[in-house]
């Protein structure tokens, strides 16, 4: 079993998903917001999906923290890596949940998982897969220093745009994180 480690920001806890996760997820994929990452979805479908969370940890030995935010304890959404079949190659992915946007979380959560990606398994290149019009994840991946490289046509989500993220040599990286298992 692959032991999914912690990993600590100035501000958050990224975690492994756990089915303590279910209200605020369900809530999120009951909303319109979620249609972006595959949503909406039925309080048991996003079960289903915190089991695929956890199964691509032990297939991948990497994927999805959830994010909790140290002072209060808040379940802010998830950020990791992801690269399940039928992936066009290995992403940086992140979706937070009503109230976390718009303060840095998703910055600071999602460059943890990239440079877990790049310093710990030793990636030297990662997307974001985004779809059309999901402007604020656009901007993220921007702010990242990913850039638009091309569209792609994924056989279940239709039209996305990849967004590559800069190698490990050219990131200029401010996640000030440390891990630990």
């Known amino acids: 079993m692959t032991l999914i480690p912690t ?14 996760d279910l209200d605020a997820e369900s809530a999120f ?28 940890w032990q297939i991948r030995g990497y994927g999805f ?46 460059n943890a998982a990239r440079d877990y990606a790049y310093d710990i398994l030793g990636w030297d290149t990662a997307i974001s897969l985004i779809a059309p019009g999901n402007d604020r994840s656009i901007r993220l991946a921007e702010r990242l220093g990913a850039r638009f490289e091309r569209e792609y046509e994924h056989p279940r989500f239709g039209r996305m745009r990849i967004y590559r993220h800069p190698a490990p040599d050219a990131q200029d990286n401010d996640g000030n994180v440390e891990a630990y298992a």
């Open 65 to 110: 923290w959830a994010i909790d935010e140290k002072d209060s304890g808040r379940y802010c959404g998830r950020a990791g890596l992801w690269f399940p079949e039928g992936w066009p190659e290995p992403e940086i992915g992140w979706a937070l949940m009503e109230g976390a946007e718009g303060c840095g979380i998703a910055f600071e959560a999602a």
């Open 29 to 56: 994929f009951a909303s319109a917001r979620s249609v972006h990452v595959g949503g909406p979805k039925t309080r048991e479908e996003v079960w289903r999906m915190i089991a695929t969370f956890l199964g691509h």
């Open 7 to 20: 990993l600590e920001t100035t501000r958050l806890t990224l975690r492994a998903p756990a089915e303590s």
